[in-house]
């Protein structure tokens, strides 16, 4: 009986080494396959804005979605993009030009503007425009930038959040008129009246 202890004793411990590795090998594929690596979103200034607008900007996405942010050189504001009217730009015609394999957050401070089919407005003015789902969205400054300094940047964090849901697959909120995914009408009083927060039905719809 004794002879065969060492040989048996061998045996158990080679096939729990062999087990243990086959876990391991299982798990960490499991963990490959189940872990979605975050997008990186590159802050894009388009014409000339402020430098500091840009690194608030990417902070508030760091901050509420957990994303990298990186800021790219800025972007030239040219006739393409204009809207038919020449006295703005045309929010489709830029995402269009920026939109490729990066997710990009374009922030400018000129008038941007869009076709609303609802009100059939041909160039009703707006405050940012995001793809849904997709990977570029443009905020502009200059309908938040008339009140005070304190206003303006919790506008410009709340419409830069709200975009970003866009490319993250969200529609207008219908839940809670405090969510930050509200249409905004082309107004700031939606804007100021949210809280800097997704309801759960928002939440829980969000993809990368």
């Known amino acids: 009986m004794k002879k065969f202890f060492i040989p048996l004793f061998v045996f158990l411990v080679l096939a729990v080494f062999t087990l243990t590795k086959s876990l391991s090998l299982d798990l960490g594929e499991i963990k490959i396959i189940s872990v979605k690596e975050k997008p990186i979103i590159h802050i894009v200034p388009l014409g000339k804005i402020d430098k500091k607008y840009s ?14 942010c990186v800021i790219d050189s800025p972007k030239p504001l040219t006739k393409d993009i204009l809207a038919s009217s020449g006295t703005r730009y045309e929010a489709g ?3 269009k030009k920026y939109d490729s394999d990066k997710n990009v957050l374009l922030l400018t401070d000129v008038d941007i503007a869009y076709f609303n089919k609802v009100k ?3 160039e ?8 849904r789902p997709g990977k570029t969205c443009v905020v502009s400054t200059f309908r938040i930038k008339k009140s005070g300094k304190k206003k303006f940047l919790d506008r410009l964090r709340k419409v830069s959040i709200h ?6 697959g969200l529609e207008h909120c219908i839940y809670d008129k405090k969510c930050l995914m509200n249409d905004a ?3 700031v009083k939606q804007i100021d009246s949210e809280k800097i927060w997704l309801c759960k039905q928002c939440k829980s719809k969000i993809i990368w």
């Open 185 to 187: 009408n082309g107004t």
């Open 120 to 122: 059939n407005v041909k």
């Open 124 to 131: 009703w003015g707006i405050i940012g425009l995001g793809l």
């Open 93 to 95: 015609k830029i995402l």
């Open 163 to 168: 975009e970003i849901g866009h490319n993250l």
């Open 55 to 68: 690194q608030l900007v990417k902070g508030y996405i760091e901050n509420f979605y957990g994303f990298k």
